[in-house]
Every structure is written in structure tokens, then in C-alpha cells.
């Protein structure tokens, strides 16, 4: 049963008197006390670190005003419906463990590696327990850069190899033996303070990490443009994944991590420039620069089109269920040798055996 202060009628209320056009309801985490629906935050920072990224954001933004003066970026951007395509992977949910940092880092690598390859169907699923439970945080929570710090010394593996669990887990005892072999990684990642550099980075290198603060209200939150109503408090401080924005909506599209229940679907219409939230004026965004996905060989596969061009000396192979890849250069085999490997195999109907990556095709047996 909801606390007794927390009322949804009355949040109701207060959201109207102050002329806000977003709706709260009831759902799962509202019905928590207090203290349990705070657990489905997690995003750790000190009073000092605080001021420290206030300082950090400005500057930064003073540096950006003068790169970005001359470049505008497009009024609305949703990396879930771009030319009809969706590149965002399903919300998922915490559940009451502080481990927001993985689930915003992982839902960003995700996504990235979707709009890195060009292919919004690309099928990934990463860890955010080994994220979480290899790389230092817990269910008391981590800090906003931990993850993204992780991602880039070591990276993560697929779910199936460390499937999440809302409670601590053991790195060592439940991962899978051959980890090593399955992670995912990102090759670096890049601050963005002002609007336009935000929206820049939004829209050129995919979804963004980012912090914010979150006040008792936005448990609530149902639908419209989340703005915080005056009476609220502080319940503490969460990581989110920003999938896009709309200048017409005054707002970022957010992807939070307490399940498709919560929100429209699972995300949120946070509006621009509220200064208590921290998301978008003391914090950055922080966008992926690039995601470096593990080689893994997949079996039985058939060949549905061969390609190759004689004058850049490349080749390709479209494999069912996975799409295209290129036929990697410094394969062991070469180029041609493995293109003609393929060709054989397509023109006798035999399925292959092949080491890839997100993009590349690295070695191949016929059956």
C-alpha cells in the first residue's frame, strides 16, 4: 500500500495549480514505502563531486559556445523512430537494487552499437550485473562516469553470461566460465554541456548517459513533460539514458530502467533547463564514441547474397539472420580466399560456420 504522503490525487493537484501539463498515476513505485522505492535509484555523489561537475559543465560549455556557434542542430530527434526504425533495445528494470549506472551505460552501448552498424535490428543484450557487480558498484550504487569507465578498461558481457538479479551478486561465482571471450567494449567517450553540443552529440553518435535528480514526485510520473512541482523533495540522485529531444516538447526523451510499466512505456519527457535537477545544467552528457563488439562464431548459418568489388578489393557476405559483413582484410584466409569459400558454399545451398563481429566476417568453414 502507498505511504501515506504520498498521494497521487494530491501530486495531481499540485501539478495543475502550477499550470504543468504532465499526469501522475499509481503504479509499482508508488505503491513502495520511502525507503524501498529510493533503492530504484543507485547514482552515487558527494557533496564535492557535485560542485566539481557543476564547475566542469560550465566550463566546458564556455569552450562549446565557441565551437558550436556556427552549427544548429535539427529541431526533434528519437533514436526510437528514425525513418520508421527503432535503435533503442527494450526497457528493462533494476528492480530495487541502486544499479541505475549500468542499466544507463548498457542501454547507451546497446543503442550504440545499433547506430554504428546501421542496423536497428542488430540483436544485443549486455550485462548490467557484470557492470555493476565486476566493476566496483552494488546495490548501494555507483558513480555517474563509473560505468562508462568500466565499459572502456574492460566492457561487458552478454546477458546469458550474467544474467541480472535485483540483489549484490558475486562477480566471481556467476558469471560465465568463458567470459573473457564475450565482452563488449567502447573505445572511449566524450562530455557535452551546451544545449546545441547535447543535441549535436544526440543526434551524430547515438543515445547519451546522464545524470539527474530525482524528487519524490517523479515516482509518479505517468505522461507529458516531466517538470518538478515546487513542494517536492529530494529522494536522491539516478542514471539515465537520453534517446533524443523535441524543441516543440521543450523536453529530452529519457529511457529510465524501472520497467515498461513506469512512464509511457518506460521513458520520460524531462523538460529543459531545471536547474534543480542538475540533468542538463551542472551535469553532462556523456556520448559513446565507439563500441568494439566481441568475435563469436555462429553455426549453421546460410548464405543468402554474395558481393564483392574488384576495384577497392572488398567483399561482403549476407548471412541469414545476421545480415551483411564485410570479409575482413587481415583475415588469416584473405579476401579471396574467403569470398570464394562463400561463393561455393551459396552455389551448392551449404551453411557455414563464421567468426563475426558486429560488422566483419573473420573465418569460415562450409558443412
Given amino acids: 500500500m502507498a505511504e501515506a504522503n504520498y498521494s497521487v490525487q494530491a501530486l495531481n493537484n499540485a501539478i495543475a495549480d502550477e499550470g504543468f501539463s504532465w499526469q501522475a498515476a499509481e503504479n509499482d513505485l508508488t505503491a513502495l514505502d520511502e525507503s524501498a522505492r529510493n533503492q530504484y535509484l543507485g547514482l552515487i555523489v558527494t557533496e564535492a563531486e557535485l560542485a566539481r561537475l557543476a564547475s566542469e559543465t560550465r566550463m566546458l560549455a564556455a569552450q562549446e559556445g565557441q565551437r558550436f556557434a556556427s552549427f544548429g542542430a535539427p529541431a526533434a530527434h528519437d533514436w526510437r523512430n528514425v525513418g520508421g526504425a527503432n535503435y533503442v533495445t527494450p526497457v528493462k528494470n533494476q528492480g530495487g537494487c541502486g544499479s541505475c549506472v549500468s542499466f544507463g551505460t548498457v542501454a547507451a552501448m546497446e543503442a550504440k552499437a545499433r547506430v554504428q552498424l546501421a542496423n536497428p535490428g542488430y540483436a544485443i543484450d549486455l550485462s548490467e550485473a557484470f557492470m555493476q557487480f565486476c566493476g566496483g558498484g552494488n546495490c548501494n550504487g555507483w558513480g555517474l562516469t563509473s560505468g562508462l569507465d568500466y565499459g572502456r578498461s574492460t566492457g561487458t558481457v552478454d546477458e546469458a553470461c550474467m544474467p541480472y538479479k535485483p540483489q549484490n551478486m558475486s562477480c566471481a561465482t556467476e558469471r560465465c566460465s568463458d567470459w573473457a571471450n564475450r565482452l563488449t567494449k567502447i573505445t572511449a567517450y ?63 526523451i529519457v529511457k529510465n530502467s524501472w520497467g515498461p510499466s513506469w512512464g509511457m512505456g518506460g521513458y520520460v519527457l524531462i523538460g529543459y533547463n531545471q536547474a534543480s535537477l542538475l540533468i542538463d545544467s551542472s551535469w553532462p552528457f556523456y556520448a559513446l564514441d565507439a563500441v568494439v563488439l566481441p568475435k563469436t562464431w555462429r553455426n549453421n548459418i546460410a548464405i543468402t547474397r ?6 577497392t578489393k572488398t567483399a561482403y557476405v549476407a548471412l541469414d539472420g545476421l545480415g551483411w559483413r564485410r570479409i575482413q582484410p587481415i583475415t588469416a584466409d584473405g579476401v579471396s580466399n574467403m569470398h570464394a569459400l562463400f561463393v561455393q558454399s551459396f552455389a551448392h545451398g551449404r551453411k557455414v560456420n563464421v567468426l563475426v563481429d558486429g560488422d566483419k566476417v573473420y573465418g569460415a568453414y562450409a558443412l
Fill in 190 to 252: 566524450t562530455s557535452h554541456a551546451t544545449a546545441t553540443a547535447r543535441k549535436d552529440a544526440i543526434v551524430n553518435k547515438g543515445p547519451v548517459v546522464a545524470g539527474m535528480a530525482v524528487y519524490n514526485d517523479f515516482f509518479g510520473y505517468s505522461s507529458g513533460v516531466y517538470h518538478k512541482t515546487s513542494s517536492a523533495t529530494l529522494a536522491g540522485y539516478h542514471c539515465v539514458c537520453v534517446v533524443g529531444y523535441s524543441d516543440s516538447l521543450g523536453a529530452w
Fill in 306 to 311: 554474395i558481393y564483392a568489388h574488384a576495384a
